[in-house]
């Protein structure tokens, strides 16, 4: 039922509606509260957005899922007490992707990067499905801090052939005066009209 709501979410008229569907539903399902809290924190409401992860809390909701969702709804306004709830959560739960992603970019915007840089390559590792987002941010990182090939190590351990994840990893062969290597990691890519416009790039003079 929570994914009924965040489809809602997205319209106007979406507190509302919400309003009405969890009057309607008269439970104590979790799920929904942490959704309401979610659409309150997109809309600035922190304060609402915490009221409805206590209720959350009282439902049942997983001490994992609560610390998780608090730090993302303070995450706008409230960045160290984000910090100690994702902590929080990963204490428990030390391998969770997400939180694990989640502290890695707040670690990032507080000028942590060796952190942010540890946290989120470990989201990495032990995602099933690796963000592309989280690998590009990382490398970015990386190569911020002078470290183009660690950047580019970065991209090929994800094993992801996401066209961003590719146009960056030959943008740092060209980089590295290495545009041979970036011809091949080309060549590899799908015959398709872009990337041949992107192989006729680096191959005219």
Avoid: K, N
């Avoid at 997109?42 to 957005?49: G, L, P």
């Avoid at 994800?158 to 961003?164: F, K, Y």
């Avoid at 990893?169 to 005066?177: P, R, T």
């Avoid at 091949?184 to 416009?197: I, S």
Wanted: proline content about 7%.
């Amino acid at each position: 039922m929570w994914w009924a709501l965040a489809v809602a979410a997205a319209h106007p008229g979406a507190d509302e509606r919400m309003d009405a569907r969890l009057h309607e539903l008269s439970s104590c399902e979790p799920g929904l509260w942490l959704e309401r809290a979610r659409v309150l924190a997109d809309e600035q409401r922190t304060d609402e957005a915490l009221e409805a992860l206590a209720t959350a809390e009282g439902c049942g909701a997983s001490p994992v899922e609560l610390a998780l969702a608090r730090g993302l709804v303070l995450a706008p306004t409230r960045p160290a007490e984000e910090l100690v709830q994702l902590d929080a959560a990963l204490r428990v739960l030390p391998d969770h992707a997400g939180a694990l992603a989640a502290r890695g970019h707040l670690r990032a915007e507080l000028g942590q990067t060796a952190l942010a840089i540890a946290d989120l390559r470990a989201a990495i590792a032990t995602s099933a499905a690796p963000s592309p987002d989280d690998v590009l941010f990382v490398a970015a990182l990386l190569e911020r801090s002078g470290d183009p090939e660690a950047a580019l190590r970065t991209l090929d351990d994800s094993g992801l052939s996401a066209p961003a994840v590719v146009e960056r990893a030959v943008a740092l062969e060209v980089a590295l005066g290495r545009p041979e290597s970036a011809l091949g990691r080309l060549d590899a890519m799908p015959d398709t009209p872009y990337w041949w416009a992107r192989r006729a790039e680096l191959v005219s003079p």
